[in-house]
């Protein structure tokens, strides 16, 4: 029962994964008359064609090469779904050499964020292409890649994986009908943004049989096929998967195969799978009834032979029986394909023997007792002592009892430490000296967002709290010098990667012998009292400064009047008067729309980015007309472009990067604008032709009461309108962006979340 319950539950999943990794590691095999070869983007490529990424002309050129020696496909495992920064030209010529060649798969990459989605490529690119496939590798909870799914996707909308159509391309009759693995499907349930479930389904489960570490199959820079340096035929007759291999562009992962060379490129593991497709040499799991009947059939002849054997022929043939074990998965795998789970079976035989030794133990005790007894009670010179630890019980019980006493003890000193550690409301870590984290309660595990605080037991408090660090030198609050001062309680004010403000405390730990045994670590989270105090601070400053500086001009304007009439008239003194009032009204606006835009419920609605946009270019017409300044919408600017926002505000945020473009540019000069898309993110751009702002003040612009009158700009506000653009950014869960440099202008960028579900 015991087997059958740990083989249903995977609870031994780590054990097992060694075990098969092992073998995976074991079952080399020599490519180099493989059909597949690897064009590399490394590092030489990199350096000779320039940063990544490469224009779409530059992959272009490659197909056309690749084509002209007649591969049987070409697998392009590079993802091309961003919009081309340089020309529609460079998009035509890759269109254009897709249709050329034929042959040539593109990739669907799939990111996960709480719910699956998919980035395709571009849709001129999908339909000169020959086929796509889902490049997805799924990487296992230990950080492995072990496995893949041939078939992928939305219910549906299943989709082939990336090696299976580069497969296909090249020999359409291979697996027509049947596909390798388990046709049952495996339903994943994710929730989107949206709130509604979607099924994703993934069937045709593979283990990758990788025929060795990185760099095992032939690697072809790409900067050598590109420069036509490659020979002639290389290519002919051959399956062509170009990919990146170079650390610095990522896309690389730990697998069993991993050695000293370093992790694998996703582009390589494409050449694992597809070359094991080729040779139908993939792997798949065995089927549940017949792991479970190997791993059950040797626990069984465990208790057979336990039966009739002496304890020393025992203890052999459970080792025998767990090597045989062994034997027998590892042939399963190199012979018949099937990957075997052994461990619920050797925990099985493990089991079975203790439990055999115990009732033999437990048999001996009692004899041993009943013989003493009867010693006693038939001695006549000397009588054996009794046990006088407990009463009651016989040998082996009384000091079972007298443990249980003793543990018991413990049990109730741990829970009561457990819990007070628990109830306490910020997070708190015992560690030892070094640093080892031996105690964590359930405010820390949420801090860290772990799963629960005995996963944050033995790991080390320098490196969970590596981002925490102290606000007045910016060093992590736990070092190990830190760790090995003067055991001191203190105090530190700090902040972390989250940017929330922390009150970290620390006090020593001793030994009941008062030695120093380690150290206590509490995280007080006092953001929200520094917020506080921070709008308190602007508060006083707004009223103290800048809504008392037109104030005091009035009364000083009436003054000078008073004293002395003639000094100006009365023209004069309206128009001053009003100009001086006005600013005042316009520093109080702003104040109060900045205190609205952070605390005040936001009024949330579906709107269309463009057309605000261009509302908001018609509203600033008087402004820029008057200063002879021309605002463009660029003609590359998306004409759809839905969020969910509120509508004054977000209005208002873009008149005041609008209205901060034309106070910073010059006379003649043009401030374009545009709606962009950034990945998950549509970005309102307005660039002027300003001096721009020196890089050492570009993060200082977004602070309250921070004025941007660099470069001899026509204006002097309070410093409040880039805050409100930032402050409405965020509790949009968007963000702003400054890229300038002294003497080229300013482009901001206001960052918004496209709309869930939202068709542009």
């Known amino acids: 029962m015991l087997v059958l319950g740990l083989d249903a539950l995977g609870v031994v999943r780590q054990p097992n994964r060694v075990w098969q990794d092992a073998l995976v590691a074991l079952q080399g095999r020599d490519v180099r008359k493989s059909s ?3 064009v590399a983007v490394d590092e030489r490529s990199i350096a000779a064609l320039g940063s990544w990424p490469w224009r779409r002309s530059t992959h272009a050129a490659l197909i056309e090469r690749l084509t002209k020696d007649a591969p049987l496909a070409i697998g392009f495992d590079i993802p091309i779904s961003e919009s081309d920064p340089h020309s529609v030209e460079d998009s035509r010529a890759l269109a254009a050499a897709l249709e050329q060649s034929g042959k040539v798969v593109l990739p669907i990459q799939m990111y996960e964020g709480g719910s699956p989605l998919t980035l395709q490529p571009v ?12 490049d997805r590798l799924p990487v296992d909870d230990d950080g492995l890649l072990r496995k893949i799914y041939l078939r992928e996707g939305l219910r549906g909308f299943e989709m082939d994986h990336f090696s299976l159509a580069v497969l296909r391309v090249g020999d359409p009759s291979r697996f027509s009908k049947d596909l390798p693995g388990s046709p049952e499907g495996e339903d994943h349930l994710h929730t989107p943004p949206s709130g509604k479930w979607l099924d994703w389904e993934r069937s045709h489960k593979l283990m990758v049989p990788f025929a060795g570490p990185a760099g095992h199959f032939r690697r072809i820079s790409y900067i050598d096929v590109l420069a036509g340096t490659v020979p002639p035929g290389t290519f002919r007759g051959k399956y062509v998967l170009v990919g990146t291999t170079a650390a ?6 730990e697998t069993p195969a991993t050695d000293d060379a370093g992790l694998m490129p996703g ?9 094991s497709l080729l040779d139908r040499r993939e792997v798949t799991n065995a089927p549940p009834w017949l792991n479970t009947g190997v791993n059950a059939s040797m626990v069984l002849l465990a208790f057979v032979g336990m039966a009739v054997l002496e304890p020393v022929s025992a203890l052999l043939m459970t080792g025998a029986l767990a090597l045989a074990l062994l034997v027998v998965s590892g042939i399963g795998t190199v012979a018949f394909r099937l990957q075997f789970a052994p461990a619920a079976g050797m925990l099985g035989l493990g089991t079975a023997y203790t439990l055999w030794s115990w009732g033999r133990l437990n048999a001996a005790t009692r004899y041993l007792i009943e013989a003493s007894a009867h010693l006693r009670a038939s001695a006549s010179i000397a009588q054996v002592p009794a046990m006088q630890m407990h009463s009651s019980g016989d040998f082996l019980d009384r000091r079972i009892k007298g443990l249980a006493v003793a543990a018991q003890h413990l049990r109730n000193v741990h829970q009561l430490v457990s819990d007070s550690l628990d109830n ?8 030892g000296k070094h640093g080892d984290i031996r105690l964590a309660n359930a405010a820390a595990a949420r801090y860290f967002n772990a799963d629960s605080a005995e996963a944050l037991q033995n790991l080390s408090i320098v490196e969970l709290m590596q981002q925490v660090r102290s606000v007045d030198d910016n060093q992590p609050v736990a070092t ?10 203190g105090a530190v004010q700090a902040r972390d990667q989250a940017d929330r403000d922390l009150l970290v405390k620390h006090a020593p730990s001793l030994s009941i012998d008062g030695q120093h045994a380690g150290w206590i670590f509490s995280l007080v989270d006092v953001s929200e009292l520094r917020r506080a105090q921070r709008q308190h601070d602007d508060a006083i400053h707004f009223l103290s400064h800048d809504i008392r500086a037109p104030q005091t001009a009035i009364v000083t304007l009436l003054e000078l009047n008073r004293h002395d009439p003639a000094a100006m008239t009365a023209a004069q003194l309206r128009e001053r008067i009003a100009r001086h009032a006005h600013k005042a009204l316009a520093l109080s606006e702003g104040f109060i729309q900045l205190a609205r835009a952070r605390s005040q419920p936001y009024r949330i609605e579906l709107r269309n980015l463009p057309a605000l946009l261009n509302e ?3 509203d600033a017409w008087e402004a820029h007309a008057s200063n002879q300044i021309q605002v463009v919408l660029d003609p590359s600017s998306a004409t759809r472009a839905f969020c969910r926002i509120d509508r004054d505000l977000v209005s208002r945020a873009i008149d005041n990067l609008l209205d901060n473009a034309i106070k910073h540019s010059p006379p003649g000069s043009t401030i374009g604008c545009a709606i962009e898309l950034h990945g998950d993110c549509w970005a309102v751009r307005i660039q002027d032709q ?3 702002i020196e890089a050492d003040r570009q993060a200082a612009v977004f602070e309250p009461f921070e004025r941007g009158d660099h470069g001899g700009g026509r204006s002097h506000g309070a410093g409040l309108g880039l805050a409100f653009v930032k402050t409405v950014a965020a509790r949009h869960g968007g963000r702003v962006s400054l890229y300038s440099a002294e003497g080229m202008g300013c482009v901001f960028r206001l960052f918004l979340p496209r709309a869930p579900g939202s068709r542009e």
């Open 480 to 489: 190990p010098a830190s760790l090995a001062r003067h055991p001191l309680a």
């Open 36 to 38: 597949v070869i690897v």
């Open 424 to 431: 306490l409301p910020d997070a708190t870590l015992v560690c």
């Open 690 to 692: 300003g001096p721009g």
């Open 123 to 134: 849709c001129p690119l999908v339909a000169s292409a020959n086929r796509v496939g889902l």
């Open 248 to 253: 610095s562009l990522g896309g690389l992962y």
């Open 267 to 275: 582009v390589e593991v494409n050449a694992n799978i597809l070359d």
């Open 616 to 618: 908001c270019i018609d």
